[in-house]
């Protein structure tokens, strides 16, 4: 990653801000209701974990590990589950939590292979949105923030395993050589 700079985008303030409204109003919407996360792993851990802590109802929590991106920066389009829900929805809320929207194909595949164990709904919470790169027709009920078409890392977002670890978020562009 040395031939590539990090710029921040969002700063931790702005993250912890951003999922308090976020957890705001899920608590609203779902007070009184049995719900159950289910988180996309591996990026959206984070989110999960500071959105979790900031709800005011009790929910269940799941994991799916959906792998989409090869090496680099570009999606495939074959999507493959390497780790699967074990909690039954059949008649309860399921919301999924994402790190990123951005063609949309991971989503509508496991918003369609939810669907089949009959939930009473499955709605999606995103902390980022990034329209501009959608290929297919799918938003989330939930958004924390719109960004840019630039490629991003940090707060649970990998570049090839890496940077997973950044507090803030950050985008990628080409490190510029210094000039003597």
């Known amino acids: 990653?040395?031939?590539?700079?990090?710029?921040?985008?969002i700063t931790a303030e702005e993250i912890t801000s951003i999922v308090k409204n976020?957890?705001?109003?899920?608590?609203?919407?779902?007070?009184?209701?049995?719900?159950?996360?289910?988180?996309?792993?591996k990026g959206a851990f984070m989110f999960l974990s500071d959105l979790v802590r900031q709800l005011k109802i009790p929910v269940q929590i799941d994991f799916v590990r959906l792998a989409s991106y090869r090496a680099g920066m570009e999606t495939s389009r074959m999507i493959e589950i390497t780790k699967d829900i074990e909690t039954p929805v059949e008649g309860k809320d399921v919301l999924i939590i994402e790190d990123i929207i951005d063609s949309?194909?991971?989503?509508?595949?496991?918003?369609?292979?939810?669907?089949?164990?009959?939930?009473?709904?499955?709605?999606?919470?995103?902390?980022?949105?990034?329209?501009?790169?959608?290929?297919?027709?799918?938003?989330?009920?939930?958004?924390?923030?719109?960004?840019?078409?630039?490629?991003?890392?940090?707060?649970?977002?990998?570049?090839?395993?890496?940077?997973?670890?950044?507090?803030?978020?950050?985008?990628?562009?080409?490190?510029?050589?210094?000039?003597?």
């Open 1 to 9: 990653m040395d031939k590539h700079r990090l710029n921040r985008l």
């Open 22 to 41: 976020l957890a705001d109003q899920i608590s609203r919407d779902y007070n009184g209701r049995e719900l159950i996360l289910v988180c996309i792993l």
């Open 104 to 180: 949309g194909h991971t989503l509508q595949f496991l918003k369609d292979r939810l669907a089949l164990s009959n939930p009473r709904s499955v709605k999606i919470c995103a902390l980022l949105d990034k329209k501009a790169r959608r290929e297919v027709e799918i938003e989330a009920d939930y958004v924390g923030k719109e960004v840019e078409n630039v490629f991003i890392v940090g707060y649970g977002i990998d570049f090839n395993e890496t940077y997973r670890d950044l507090p803030e978020i950050y985008y990628v562009t080409p490190n510029e050589q210094q000039k003597s």
